[in-house]
Every structure is written in C-alpha cells, then in structure tokens.
C-alpha cells in the first residue's frame, strides 16, 4: 500500500479510540443532565458529596467523575475532583457562559437518527431521516434549536455585529433571514442604537427570537415577518441581509434563488452577512470545521459546508459585485461579506 | 474556583468535541460496512472510483472520505485518497489483522442502549438495561462476542501465553475460564505441544471455540466443559487457570467465591492468570485502561476495572500465596500471575 512505511508499528488505538467515542458523548451528556460540574463547583468535591448533590449511587458518581477526568473535564487530586477552567465557565449551571442547554437540541432523537442512519445517507447522498430530513417547513426542532442553542451564540453574535458595523454610527435596516433564537439582529440592534431589525422564521420560532429581544431591550426595533425565507416578501431598501447559519441546509440552486431575492431586497451599497462553516479549498481543514459537512448530509437532502470558491460563486452569480472572507477567531465558523 | 488561571483563556472546543465524538463512531462503523477502506485500498481513490465501489452516492462518499481523512483514518492529497499504516493494517478487509467485524459485536442493540442509559446506569450504580445486563446466563451476545472479538485478542493471547509459558517445556493441564472465541487457551496449545486445555463457557459459545480449535491444529488437545463458571465442576490438578477478561464483569465478593473453587482447582504450585483492565491506584490513568470501568458500569449490575491493589487482595482472600502485575504493551491491558 502506498501509505505503508518500515518505520512505523501499525497501532489499533486510533480505531478503539474512535469506536468508543460515542461513550465519550454520553458521559458529557449524563454529567450535564445529573449538575455534576455545577455540583462540584459548588464545592462537593469527593465522590460521597457528588453523589449527595447529585442523587446518585457512589459507585456511578465516582466512574463518572473519573471517566470525566479522563477526558479532560475535571481533574483529580487524590480522591478530590476539580474543575478546569473550561468546565468551570461553559459546564457550570451558575456561570453566564453555561452551555450545557445545547443537550436540549443535540439530543432530539430525530438528530440523532440522522447520525444513526449514517451508512444509508451515504448510500443516497442525503438524509436517511425522512425527505427532507432538519429542513421540513415548521419542523418543531428549530423552537428547540431556538432555546437551547441561544448561549452558544452569544459571542459570535457579538463579533459579527462588531466586524460589520464597527463604528455603529448610521441608521441600519437589516433583514435577519432564520433568524431562529434572534440573537444576531438583537446584537446588532444593541451594538448601534439606530439598527432596526425585521427577522424571519416560522412563526412558532419568532417568539422565542422576539423574548430575547424584550430581554435585550430591543424589542421596539424588533419587528418580524413570519414564514418560509423562500416564500415571504422581504421588502426592501435594507442596509444588511444576515443569512447565519442557513445556506448549508440547501443546495447551490437553492441558495441562489434565495440570494437573488437577498440582492433585491438589499439598497444600493447594502450587503450581506453570511455566518459559515467555510472549509478551506481541501475540505479537510481546519478540522472542526470541515467536519461540519457530515451534519448536513445526514440531516439533509443536499445540504453542505460550502468552501469560500463555491460561496463566492452562488453570490456572483445571485448578482452580488464582490464578496470576502473574515474569520471569526476563536470560534469555528467564518464570515462573508458580500457588496451588492 | 480552585482551578481558575487568568493566564488561560477558556474554550468551549472540547465541549463541543466531545458532545459530537458520537458521530466519529458512526463514521467509522459507516465506513466499516460499506468497505471503504477495503476499496481505498484496492486502488480507488478518487471519490468516483470510491463510490463506485462502494455502491454509494458520490456526496455520500465524499463527505464520508473527508470525514475520515480529519479523523485521521485517511489521507488525503488532492483529489487523491490514500490509506494510513493503521486503516491498511486494522479496517482493510484483506488483512489478515483486519478488525472491523468487531462491529458486530459493539453494534449489538443491547450493548449500545447500556451507553444511552448512562444517566440511570450513574443513578443507580449499575447497568440500567436490565437486571443482570451482559451476564445474563445463557446471553447470546457472547456468541457474537465470540464471533466478532477473535480478531482483536490474536496479539494478546500470544503475548501473555510466552509470558507464562515462556519455555514452552513441560506438560501443562489448563483450565481456561469463559474461553470464549477460545484463543486464549488455543495461544498455549499452540505455543506449548504438551499444553491440554479444557475450556468452560456456555454452550453455544463453546461451538465458537470448537471451531477455532479445530483451524488452529489443537482440536485433539482441546477439552470442554458446558456452563457457568460459578457452577460447573471444573475437575483438579491444573497447572494453570486462565481468567481472561472475566472478573470485571463481577463484584469483589462474587470474584472471591470463583478464585477460591479456582484455588481448589490448581495443583500445587499451580497458577492463575489474570488478563483485565487494571488501572493505576489513581483509576485515571493509564487513560484507555481506566476508562472501561464506565463500560462496566452501564453493561453490568456492580463489575468494575479493578486496581491492581483490589485484584491482589481477592486472589489473597481466596488463598493464593502472591500475586505480581505483568504489562502487556502495546496493548491497554495488564496480566496478573497470582501462585497457589
């Protein structure tokens, strides 16, 4: 075989690694959904006191722990666990950056069917769920998606803002397409006072999107338009059109007829912010990603992480002048900026 | 927290890696079935050729390949797939060391819905499938155990039969303890022509270990003894007892009552082996050794990865005179030679 080299011993580590690692997945859910991290932060730190705060057996709270601290999400001295500094601000129900609601989504069996099915949506090039697999008009799953995964946008939704607006000193129309939980026209909103945001998504959605802009204090430049972002009318004279996390659900096609109704939606001298998982031209890297392709194939029929080149390509051809890439350091997903 | 630093900036990437390590593991066993390393290495390594092969769609075969191109099971150089030492060595279906049939083993319905009721399995402080979990009498997983684990056990029984019986020299009356596939015992017929070996397991199981007697020469030498270990007669006079990957499945006290009829079993000056996961006093390290206690806990009632401390105070309560902890690198595993 061509990869075959005298030097090095064949090692099978890499593949039970990587056969158990669904096990890894589950103990970070179980931990989440018994506080442990939150309980040991609170300073329960032996096993009978996790086991206290946690209402379960000692014998499953110390595997767990151990197991947890195998993986890198405690550490252990003697028979005492701790936090690091990761589990302490993402893991710990009590800190503002606790991220562990996401289980609420990543757990929806039907997403986790798609991944089980993997093997047949290889087989078709598409989701084995159903049709239309995550993308079904009014699927219940993005309220879900909405609440849950709301904290984890909380930081890119404030770097995007600062990246596009960053003097925040004009009067801004922005069109928030799927808007979901809200929170990127909300940033934009609370970045520039003078930023009025209409988002669009199923109705079922907007409210959620609508009381975190109550919450933010925006809710009066708020305003929605309720509906599939291929059927509605947008309106027009928009500043800014932000498409977060949506162009990797469809295919090229698609997201061109949506990006030419985009491009005449927008003013003169508007633009478009695209929130990506944009790998780089070999598909392989950066490696979190790249990986993210595999999302879509098994809950879509024909969605994608598109590479800049065919982003680029899909907003040339909807009539866009130019288009840019921004990374969004230290997060995994790129920006693209394109000038009508 | 105790752990803060202000020199270290948190990250929420190995939360997110860990919350999506599932999907490496459908990947692989994707991978796995539809024989895509088995096609790489034939020489198809563009993603047509693959997908060809392979019977699947193109994307299908892409997304798939690039996935495991950042798993680290491919390479990739342009268009051009390639595999590693470790993908043409374990995950070629022509290799003689091919692992990949263990999936039949760790796809088992019963095994995975262990790991998706980890939560109740910590609550609890054992498994949350059944009563009994995998050591239910008679549990026709084991079969399957028998059947698809043989591969991965050829290194280690041939390892830990020079271990004991390095010389090779001297008759040797064996008793080998829920043989299983059988290799164990089969490695020191093999190794040592003088070696008879008597095998217990349940029945269906022992048919297994028949077979691979029989592929192995050893047929003649090579004895049966049909049911549980806590309850069949195992005759006397054995120069050495094999307890291969066993004793974790039980408690303490369980253990003790077995390695006393085991004591009772041996001549004197007779052995036991031990193969098991043994972790170091710290249960943390080494990391894949440590980390089956959680197998235990979600897939039996009170088994464990037990410390060599524990191990060596069971064999003293039920006689045996000293015990010393043996490595068994490259592989996870450790043995332990406990004397009458």
């Given amino acids: ?6 030097a090095q011993e064949p090692s099978p580590l890499l593949f039970f690694q990587t056969i158990n690692a669904h096990q890894r997945t589950e103990a970070l859910k179980a931990a989440i959904e018994l506080e442990v991290f939150t309980a040991i932060g609170e300073g329960n730190t032996t096993v009978p006191a996790i086991a206290n705060r946690c209402q379960t057996a000692e014998r499953g709270g110390r595997i767990l722990c151990d197991y947890l601290t195998i993986m890198g999400m405690l550490t252990k001295n003697g028979n005492e666990y701790a936090l690091t500094v990761d589990s302490a601000t993402f893991l710990d129900t009590r ?35 159903d049709n239309e697999g995550t993308v079904k008009p009014d699927n219940p799953i993005w309220v879900k998606f909405a609440r849950a995964m709301a904290p984890m946008m909380m930081m ?19 069109l928030d397409i799927a808007a979901g939980h809200g929170l990127f026209g909300i940033a934009f909103a609370k970045n520039n ?46 500043d800014l059109v932000l498409i977060t996390n949506f162009l990797h659900h469809f295919d090229p096609q698609m997201n061109e007829t949506l990006l030419r109704k985009v491009h005449a939606a927008l003013a003169d001298g508007g633009r478009a912010a695209t ?7 070999d598909r ?3 490696p979190d990603t790249a990986q993210f392709s595999m999302v879509m194939l098994v809950g879509t029929p024909s969605g994608d992480a598109y590479t800049f080149a065919e982003l680029e390509k899909m907003f040339a051809n909807a009539g866009f002048s130019r288009s840019t890439l921004h990374p969004l350091t230290p ?10």
Same sequence: chains 1, 2.
């Fill in 331 to 340: 997060t995994i997903q790129q920006v693209v900026i394109s000038e009508k």
């Fill in 284 to 286: 392989v890297t950066p």
């Fill in 193 to 238: 006072p003078q930023a009025e945001i209409h988002a669009v998504d199923w109705k079922a959605v907007l409210e959620v999107a609508k009381e975190n802009a109550q919450k933010a204090g925006v809710a009066e430049r708020y305003h929605t338009i309720e509906g599939s972002a291929f059927d509605v009318e947008f309106g027009s004279g928009y």
């Fill in 156 to 174: 890119p939704s404030q770097m995007i803002a600062k990246l596009v607006d960053p003097n925040a000193d004009r009067k801004l129309k922005i």
């Fill in 95 to 129: 800190s503002p950056a606790y991220l562990g609601g996401i289980i609420g989504f990543l757990n929806t069996p039907e997403l986790l069917e798609g991944f089980r099915n993997m093997t047949e949506a290889v087989r078709k090039g598409g989701t084995a769920v």
């Fill in 275 to 281: 929130l990506e998982f944009v790998p780089n031209e």
């Fill in 1 to 6: 075989m061509s990869t075959s080299s005298a």
